[in-house]
């Protein structure tokens, strides 16, 4: 089987880029996590039996984002309750329904949004640093260094960001900031938590914020199911959660205590330390001219002689 010229190059192209992005992300200290203590890092602790669905945090969100927003009024619509909605480009949350198998009168709301990971998949994934980590514990995104391969939509084990296919000319990934830039400047709590009327978000250092639901799972155990999502988590997170019943009931993603981060970055270092790329493409250079030998012998009967070359002279 002879190697075209067209995946030769491909071939070429991938190695060459796996180098530059595993040097790349090495020079920059780039590699997916805050760099201080998790504990010290800001968060919000949900707690989902005092969520009412009264969807203000859908405005608030919006509304900060600089999207436009209709009225809070048109938020009191429940009809958006029949289906399951995920966040999208122009909506950073989303509160969905679920049925209460105890009190079917009182249904349990949940709201979905990035839960900024301390060791961000996407920031992992991503090729140009679009997407960082910082030590305040949001992930946030540069626009202006995106390359719109949508590596983070795939590397991201939430499924939470989202990409602007309707936006021909200038496509954004889109996702929650955790109000990075408004916090940054004015200081206070996300917009979500400030307008939320029943102490269902709350705001805080991730290391207190954990103690806390720890403290109302043991106080109030018929409340709470034996459990904070987020704690452990695909690494840990700094969105936290608390139920009165299973997660994965409610629609939450069960994973491993490892983040996915780990793993694919022990592959990368693993297969690019110790010079692995300049070794890779010199075997992947042999494999050519092996297979090139072939397929020149193959096509001359077994041998291939050098051509022949004859003195016709020099003109005078």
């Known amino acids: 089987m002879a190697l075209d010229r067209r995946g030769f190059i491909k071939s070429l192209t991938v190695v060459g880029m796996g180098g530059a992005v595993l040097n790349h992300r090495r020079a ?27 969807r203000k945090c859908e405005f608030a969100c919006q509304k900060t984002a600089g999207f436009t927003v209709p009225p809070i009024e048109t938020f009191d619509d ?12 122009h909506a950073y949350t989303t509160v969905n329904r679920y049925p209460n198998p105890t009190t079917p ?3 349990v709301y949940v709201k979905a949004n990035c839960l900024h990971c301390l060791e961000p998949a996407c920031v992992s994934a991503c090729l140009v640093g679009a997407l960082r980590k910082t ?12 390359m719109g391969c949508r590596y983070c939509m795939v590397a991201c084990p939430f499924q939470i960001p989202t990409y602007e296919y309707d936006n021909a000319l200038t496509p954004q ?46 106080d109030h155990s018929e409340m709470y199911v034996d459990h904070v999502y987020g704690e452990h988590e695909a690494g840990g997170t700094s969105w936290l959660y608390l139920s009165s019943f299973p997660f994965e009931s409610l629609g939450f993603v069960q994973l491993a205590s ?5 793993l694919t970055e022990m592959i990368q270092h693993g297969v690019f330390k110790h010079w692995m790329p300049p070794l890779a493409l010199y075997g992947l250079l042999a494999i050519v ?8 012998e193959a096509e001359h009967g077994g041998c291939v002689t050098e051509p022949e070359f004859v003195d016709e002279g020099v003109p005078v």
Request: proline share 7%; glycine share 10%; net charge positive.
């Open 289 to 296: 001219m092996w297979l090139s030998r072939r397929t020149e």
């Open 258 to 262: 490892v983040a996915p981060s780990r």
């Open 135 to 146: 030590e305040s514990g949001a992930v946030v995104y540069d626009a202006w260094k995106c």
């Open 78 to 89: 429940k009809s958006v309750f029949a289906t399951d909605r995920r966040p999208q480009p």
């Open 105 to 107: 009168a009182k249904p």
């Open 28 to 54: 920059n200290g780039d590699g997916g996590e805050t760099g201080g203590d998790p504990a010290d890092a800001f968060g919000v602790l949900v707690d989902i039996p005092n969520c009412i669905g009264c």
């Open 173 to 218: 990934v889109r996702k929650c900031d955790f109000c990075a830039e408004s916090r940054s400047k004015n200081g206070g709590v996300p917009a979500c938590v400030k307008i939320c009327p029943n102490d269902a978000l709350i705001f805080g250092r991730r290391g207190e914020l954990l103690k806390l639901a720890h403290e109302r799972i043991r």
